[in-house]
């Protein structure tokens, strides 16, 4: 069964720092691009960061770019979102995303891209 289990979410005060994990089973980790997403509240679902299926290359948006930082672990499977200077804005439910990209590259648009994804864990940046 192909699965992606989001954990590390909860209350961040404005300026702190969580770490987010995705971890995945049932495919073959290292055939798929990882990207992680977010949606607010009556807003679209944006993509944020994204790495490669060999780890080689990264993607930030603007957004997040200097305060997000992505990573991978082959020997667990799992994909990191560390996410420092957090604030308010970034209150979201944060999803992560698998899919079989091609060339080395990962992309946070259009989601579509990715096929597999997890049910998400919840960010809420706050005083």
């Known amino acids: 069964q192909l699965q992606l289990v989001e954990s590390g979410g909860g209350l961040v005060q404005p300026g702190g720092s969580l770490r987010l994990s995705c971890a995945t089973s049932g495919f073959t980790f290292h055939d798929y691009a990882i990207g992680w997403f977010r949606q607010a509240p009556g807003k679209e679902r944006d993509g944020i960061s994204c790495i490669s299926k060999s780890g080689g290359s990264a993607k930030s948006a603007d957004s997040v770019k200097g305060r997000f930082t992505i990573s991978k672990d082959n020997a667990k499977n799992t994909v990191y979102l560390e996410m420092n200077s957090l604030k308010p804005e970034d209150t979201a439910m944060y999803y992560c995303?698998?899919?079989?990209?091609?060339?080395?590259?990962?992309?946070?648009?259009?989601?579509?891209?990715?096929?597999?994804w997890g049910q998400g864990t919840q960010v809420t940046v706050s005083s």
């Open positions: 995303a698998g899919g079989p990209i091609l060339f080395g590259i990962c992309v946070l648009s259009p989601a579509s891209s990715y096929n597999i």
